[in-house]
């Protein structure tokens, strides 16, 4: 007899995650191995990359610590910007140390010249500096931006700055721009960002061009609360992101540029949404993506054979008419429109022939591939367009699965060809591999109980499990892996790997996110491992309780402060008037020399007794001094009898 288990326990400790993932701490990440995430690019990497990382753990990169947003010392001393988040996300990817060298711009420049340094951040591919250095894929398009006075009508075009005064930084590129799009208008350089600011700020010129992130920082630290950003310009040139890298070791220049090619659209988003502050009806104007070599490739290759699986839903399959449908397709539409060329997709192969044909060049590219040391061997790769877990599907029955080493002795199904079984070949050997056709097949042997597991992505897999309504199939655990989809062409067509690449780069993020929300509407679910779940469980409420007795504590600090700031204005109030009341009777006052009476401010003459009660907090009792007693009083018989009286000569 099986166990019996109550079904309001799984949903009962659902919701007590959920609660402590909300209430605890604002980012959790469910511990499901006890072996560290291997670094994925690595599975990319040559054995010659590979080993020659290994004997460099530690790069070193000089760069200007003085250009902010790109790259400077924040008020800690601690280096930030733009550059620096795209580096951290470099060191993760390879699995190494890279230490920074900040000083002027000159200096960091002639350190990587002279290769005192591994290569210098946010240089430009200059040709005078090709002998000495390689330079990597771009990490970071800077879009240049102009900037305008807040009542200066909307602009839509470069060409609108025609007849009017324009600033740009003397020497700069931007002077062609402008030259370019608006050869009417008056050019104004200037030495510095401040001068040129100061000057839209005052009406002096109409509008200042130069690189957004940069104007903003600018903007915002000298408060110029009358200045907007009118237009948004990329340039094909001008604002690339490039790191110069020393040219004595090829492998360096190549590892970079794997580890460039690996940073996903979410993780460009999020640096953009970090440090570039955009409004949605701001015009973005972009200068033609295609160089006139870029043209004609593109018009001698009108027609491109790609790759496509028909059972790789929802990422790309085929329908019952034989049309192809999903993620990867969308993404083909949209580069047919702008390149103009057709697509020509085969899709009456298995994954294995189709590898065959594009390595033999009967076929051109790929629309959905990961990248791996073997297939960058014959393929050349676009950044990723969408990143999806690798997990392990299994029956409800199976217990969850904490690490890849619990696989060992079961039969494990994966896609014949698919990353995953390079990945699962090259760092756990041991574990029995069963290739099939496609994600489809391997859930009806799943289910069948024909192979104990199945390992693949989420998306799809899911998908599968939805479609063919197999609800006793679940995912019983994840692996360190995800599938980074790109696209891919042959290798003896680098010149069409670019011209994608620019193309995908240009895309806004509503664009991608209509693509993903067409397609993307699984909700990721696992059963959960009772006995970590209690390991956790007391730790958490330990933090909820500690939470939430600080919150209290510190609640009571606060309303204690408020009300001793309370008290302290109060007595500040007091004490500014006191000091005008002060301030009211310094200096002259007119006083009648006979009758003593105080003129006021008005002119009126008042009792100096009644003047200083009105100007301060004093209150008079009226009495009379003994000179006045005497004047008045000496000659009455009363006043000398009890003036005796006092004196004791009775």
Known sequence: MGKIRDPSLPFITGMILVFLIFVAVPSFTYAV??????????????????????????????????????????????????????????????????????????????????????????????????????????????????????????????????GKPAVIIKGSIRDEIIKQHSPESEIMEVSDLLEGLKLVSEGKAYAILDDLPVMQHMIEKYFFSN???????????????????????????????????????????????????????????????????????????????????????????????????????DYLNYLEKKLGVHFEIAG??????????????????????????????????????????VVIFASREVTYIRNLKELEGKKVGIVEGFAVQEWLSNSNPSITLVPLQHVQESMKRLQKGEIDVFVGDLVSGSYQITKLGYTNIRVAGETPYRNHLSLAVRKDWPVFATIIQNVLRDMTEKERNDIYRNWITIKYEHDIDYRLLLEVLAGFLFIVLLFTYWNRRLSDEIKERRQVEKSLLQEQRKLQEALLEVKVLSGLLPICASCKKVRDDKGYWNQIETYIERHTQALFSHGMCPACEEKLYGDQEWFRKMRKKQTGQE
Not at 367 to 387: D, G, M
Request: aromatic share 8%.
């Open 227 to 329: 200045l907007q950003v009118a237009l948004i310009y990329y340039h094909r040139v001008a604002g690339l992101s490039r790191i110069g890298l020393r040219n004595d070791s090829q492998e360096l220049l190549s590892v970079f540029n794997h580890a460039i090619a690996a940073i996903t659209p979410e993780e460009h988003q999020k640096i953009k949404q970090k440090w570039l502050r955009l409004s949605d009806d701001i015009h973005v104007q972009t200068e033609s993506l295609f160089t006139e070599t870029e043209k004609r490739w593109l018009a001698d290759h009108p027609v491109i054979r790609v790759a496509c699986d028909r059972n790789w839903a929802p990422i790309e399959y085929a329908g019952q008419a034989g049309d192809f449908h999903g993620i990867s397709i």
């Open 33 to 162: 191995s006890e072996e560290k995430e291997p670094n994925l690019i690595k599975d990319s990497l040559t054995e010659k990359e590979m080993a020659w990382l290994g004997r460099h753990p530690v790069i070193s990169l000089a760069l200007d610590e003085g250009s902010p947003p790109m790259n400077y010392r924040d008020s800690r001393g601690k280096l930030a910007g733009i550059s620096i988040d795209y580096l951290k996300l470099i060191q993760e990817k390879l699995g190494i140390e890279i230490r920074l060298e900040g000083s002027a711009w000159n200096e960091a420049l002639q350190k990587a010249l002279d290769h005192q340094v591994d290569g210098v951040v946010n240089a430009a591919a200059k040709e005078d500096r090709k002998p000495f250095l390689n330079f990597s894929a771009s990490y970071f398009t800077t879009p240049v931006a102009l900037i305008t006075r807040k009542n200066t009508p909307p602009l839509t075009n470069l060409s609108q700055l025609s």
């Open 348 to 389: 009456n192969l298995s994954w294995v022939e189709m590898v065959e044909k594009v390595k033999a060049g009967e076929l051109d590219m790929f629309s959905a591939i990961s990248r791996t040391a073997e297939r960058s061997r014959f393929l050349e790769f676009t950044e990723p367009y969408l990143s999806t877990p």
